[in-house]
């Protein structure tokens, strides 16, 4: 019986059905017996966990990088060369590598301490108890042990603790925002539907995890644990592969590409010195070897992965400062390439808190102004504000009169913040009236004596109140659907007179309803009836007839003030912005247009997207932004279809029904004050703020760490392949510049110490001090980049090409310059000469760190703007500056004083590399002019895309 149930849809069954079918009682519920049976037979009504990750495996996951693996290959070979060597002294460079390999380790292991724990949120969200009838009696239990057949009783203030169809609802509000998204709590109604409907339509059933805002009511369970919604919900989520972010699918393409090219250089050099040396001695296949080691790391950047970290959470340090919290690293990086924003509307877009925003009566209609429950604003009127006192103005404190008095709300400030105590429709009035300032006014004229409460038949209330300014008479003032509470007037007041409801007055408030709806408004109408005894009648609904019409107001969730404005500069930056939400469609698409985020006249709806095929689905999310009345599923697979699209998705949400799609997004951005903490937990990004402009300054962020991610990979290859060129040229050519002696021996242009202490010294400090180098001005006027777009492009590989080139030359000629022989006689010592070259392939890689700040722009522009990268190059030259002058660095690196004069030739010399960057970027805007001045017309959309990158001047000088 409860698997016939689970399989068909109970919200179209009527109710006695699902009681006959789950084999429970209307009255009696299920008896003690049967429910301990059903307990044992379906299990526990709680969400399924998953077993956690051991901490020291997610240690270990921090070692699963391709660079990584390189540097335990370069360990291993520096044991193995230290071994054969005799095992002298400590193995040095081995623990450097090692050293750094557990440092970054760490790094990645601290910043994802806070590992994801969505299914025990979700677990967390769940009441302890619940109330049930039993044997006839009602009853506590405790949540884990409903069952499908048990009679639920849920009364204002319950959770709702599993999936019920409704047998009966007095004025039963139920708040599912967080499942659906839906902003107002939902009249529920146990009435069976006719038609099926999206989750937030299911007027006749109640979820798990959804909040009893207001009335009372009695529902039998359909559903308990992961047959839940909820636990559908986490089923999603455990189906979701969490994606490596585009920054670490290319760090592990890079790191594939310097294997191989490392293990290249490592057999070439090492072949090369062997035979064109010979070989004579054990320890001469040594040197070779350790040589070709010392090359190898040299050419692998083993500070990248340790300096990636450090960049990022820097990063993440400044985005914190900004309100936006990121859990994970890479997804810095992700946030600037993000092509796609996805939003949620309630709490995201909007304040997630009712507001009047229109009041329209029979003397004129005006706008409220302000948002959210602070009672900020005034009443206007095409802009200006009506002058208190006049026939507009009293006529609209007349129905947010009328409207406060048949309510339960009450409004509370704390430190500054204002919240609600009940329902959210009905503190829209008090705020309203707050705005006027006549709250005072009412409280001293009136006093409740009864009231008729709301039900859902019904759609209206009333209050029946004392007046105090007509001798204690009975007012009976009305507050309901518009239609609703139109049918039981007969008069209207119109200024200071109470006129008859004629024909023409009835149609214009009807066209007024008609109009407000239509700009997504929900409305309310107010209106009253002054009874002839100041004695309580009985009470009953024959009050509610003859009625006086005071007016309507319309009541929206409004959007967030900011909100326009960082939609604009998303846009602006080439990024597509698009709601997703539970909302009704009207609404969506109003929100939406305010917000200026599109032009569409509908939203999509869930039931739209069900009839779809694949490619139909495909082709709507390529050209509609808003979608309206979504489920989970929906979410995810919009999302889906955008990665086909080859998007990268940023997915924003708050509720439950939103984790699924954070996780399947390339980055799931939770709201901290708003959002649930399933939300938080599938998420890798929060926002403290719950505010949609500090998305924005985020991807900002982002794309300002990709730019300088570029900035140090630019710096540390390029420095590594003139570091491997030098020594390579140097023993091919070792008999034209002067490297062989007489018996032929080849003499190494760089020792294996200062290959190391180059390393050492250039590609930790002043690599570390480009990841924080200020970001380009004009860096969101750009398009995002393209998911087929390298972060090493080709441009960038002919410029490392060059700059190795450059240096290895300056190198070399230095050391021909004092050497004895080759094409330039000199006359120091191998040694002298060797620390000169030495020097200049560090001065050469400093000058280089001015250049790699830009792949087009000159080094001259804010020369001074990184003072950090200023230090690191000082206290660089310093340190060789103690290496060639201090002698116990001397003896352990090889080297010789220098002259001043030798040192201004050093200066000299690898100076060649800012000049030959200088004209090479010179030449690379010149092309990039002339590209951006062609025709544009019937290029293919990627060509005309990637043109647009290059003709703004600014910012190829800015870069």
């Known amino acids: 019986m409860v698997s016939a149930v689970a399989d068909a849809d109970p919200s179209l069954l009527d109710w006695d059905t699902v009681v006959e079918q789950l084999g429970s009682d209307p009255d009696r519920g299920l008896s003690v ?67 750094i390999i557990v440092v970054n ?22 009441a302890a108890t619940a109330t049930v009838v039993r044997d006839g009696v009602q009853q506590r239990v405790p949540t884990r042990e409903l069952v499908p057949g048990d009679l639920l009783v849920l009364v204002e203030g319950d959770t709702v603790a599993a999936d019920a169809r409704l047998l009966s609802a007095a004025t039963l509000q139920v708040s599912e925002a967080r499942l659906t ?54 089923v999603l989520l455990r189906s979701v592969h969490e994606e490596r972010t585009p920054l670490q699918r290319e760090i592990a393409r890079l790191g594939r590409m310097l294997g191989i090219a490392v293990l290249s250089i490592a057999v070439v050099v090492i072949a090369t010195i062997l035979l064109m040396s010979g070989v004579h001695t054990i320890n001469n296949v040594v040197t070779a070897l350790l040589l070709g080691v010392s090359l190898a790391v040299a050419a692998v950047p083993e500070g990248l992965p340790a300096i990636m970290s450090v960049v990022l959470a820097l990063g993440v340090r400044r985005m914190s400062t900004q309100n936006a919290i990121v859990k994970k690293l890479s997804s810095v990086e992700t946030l600037g390439s993000a092509t796609v924003v996805c939003s949620d509307k309630t709490g995201t877009l909007t304040t997630g808190e009712m507001t009047i925003g229109r009041i329209a009566t029979p003397v004129g209609e005006v706008t409220v102004t302000g948002a959210g429950y602070h009672p900020a604003g005034r009443i206007e009127r095409d802009g200006v504000a009506l002058p208190e006192g006049s026939d507009l103005w009293r006529q609209s404190a007349l129905v947010l009169g009328g409207g406060c008095l048949a309510n339960d709300a009450a409004l509370q400030e704390q430190d500054g913040e204002w919240a609600v105590q009940g329902d959210p429709t009905d503190a829209a009035f008090l705020v309203a009236e707050m705005k006027i300032g006549t709250g005072h006014r009412r409280t001293e004229r009136f006093r409740r004596m009864g009231e008729i409460p709301f039900t859902s038949e019904r759609k209206l209330m009333s209050s029946l109140e004392s007046d105090a300014h007509r001798d204690g008479r009975v007012t009976v003032v009305t507050k309901g659907a518009a239609e609703v509470v139109l049918s039981r007037c007969t008069h209207v007041h119109v200024s200071h007179r109470i006129e008859p409801l004629d024909a023409v007055q009835r149609t214009q408030i009807i066209a007024d309803v008609e109009r407000l709806s239509g700009d997504a408004f929900r409305t309310l109408a107010v209106a009253y009836r002054l009874l002839e005894t100041s004695t309580l009648p009985e009470i009953n609904e024959s009050l509610e007839r003859e009625m006086v019409y005071c007016g309507m107001v319309g009541i929206i969730d409004p959007p967030r003030p900011e909100a326009a404005d960082a939609i604009a500069r998303a846009r602006r930056a080439g990024i597509r912005v698009m709601m997703i939400t539970g909302d009704h469609p009207r609404t969506a698409a109003r929100i939406a247009r305010d917000l200026g985020m599109t032009e569409e006249v509908s939203a999509v709806s869930g039931l739209e997207l069900a009839s779809l095929d694949e490619e139909q689905f495909r082709e709507t999310v390529r050209h509609r932004s808003v979608y309206a009345r979504v489920t989970p599923a929906d979410k995810q697979r919009i999302v889906h279809a955008l990665h086909a699209d080859h998007q990268i998705v940023a997915m924003t949400g708050d509720g439950v029904n939103d984790a699924p799609a954070l996780k399947s997004a390339d980055i799931g951005i939770a709201m901290g004050r708003s959002g649930t903490e399933v939300a938080k937990e599938a998420s890798t990004m929060i926002l403290a703020d719950d505010n949609f402009a500090t998305i924005v300054k985020a991807i900002r962020e982002g794309r300002g760490i990709f730019a300088n991610i570029r900035k140090f990979l630019r710096y540390l290859l390029s420095s590594n392949i003139g570091e491997v060129l030098t020594v390579f040229f140097g023993v091919v050519l070792a008999g034209v510049i002067g490297l062989t002696d007489v018996d032929g021996t080849i003499a190494l242009p760089l020792l294996a110490t200062q290959i190391l202490w180059i390393n050492l010294l250039t590609d930790s400090g002043p690599a570390l001090a480009m990841g924080v180098d200020p970001e380009a001005d004009d860096i969101m006027s750009r398009p995002p980049r393209s998911t087929s777009e390298r972060i090493i492009d080709g441009r960038m590989w002919g410029g490392f090409v060059l700059t190795g080139v450059v240096m290895a030359v300056a190198t070399l000629l230095t050391l021909d310059l004092y050497l004895p022989g080759g094409l330039i006689a000199g006359e120091e010592s191998l040694d002298n000469a060797r620390t000169a070259g030495f020097t200049v392939l560090v001065l050469a890689q400093l000058f280089n760190a001015l250049c790699a700040r830009s792949e087009t722009g000159t080094a001259f522009h804010r020369f001074l703007g990184n003072r950090w990268l200023w230090v690191a190059i000082g206290v660089s030259a310093l340190l060789q500056l103690a290496v060639v002058h201090l002698p116990f660095l001397q ?24 000049w030959a960057s200088e004209i090479r970027k010179l030449i690379l805007r010149s092309l990039d002019t002339r590209k951006a001045r062609r025709p544009m017309s019937n290029c293919p959309a990627d060509q005309c895309r990637k043109s647009l990158r290059g003709p703004d001047i600014r910012s190829l000088i800015a870069e």
């Open 891 to 914: 003896r352990a690196f090889s080297t010789e004083a220098l002259s001043p004069i030798q040192w201004l030739v050093c200066l000299v010399m690898a100076s060649t590399v800012l």
């Open 181 to 234: 998204g839906e902003s107002e709590p939902v009249m529920k109604d146990a009435r069976t539907l006719a038609a099926p409907a999206a989750l937030g339509d299911r007027l006749d059933m109640v979820f798990n995890g959804s909040a009893v805002n207001q009335g009372a009511g009695r529902a039998v369970v359909t559903a308990t644990a992961m047959a839940t919604q909820m636990g559908q919900i986490v």
């Open 105 to 126: 380790a760490g790094l990645g292991y601290v910043q994802q301490a806070h590992a994801e724990h969505a299914v025990e949120a979700l677990a967390r969200m769940s």
């Open 33 to 99: 017996q049967e429910a301990a049976r059903r307990l044992r037979e379906v299990g526990p009504n709680e969400i399924a966990t998953v077993p956690p990750v051991p901490r020291w495996r997610k240690f270990v996951e921090q070692f699963r990088d391709p660079l990584v693996y390189l540097l335990f290959a370069a360990i291993g070979i520096s044991l193995i060369v230290w071994a054969v060597d005799g095992a002298p002294g400590w193995p040095m460079d081995a623990s450097v590598i090692a050293a």
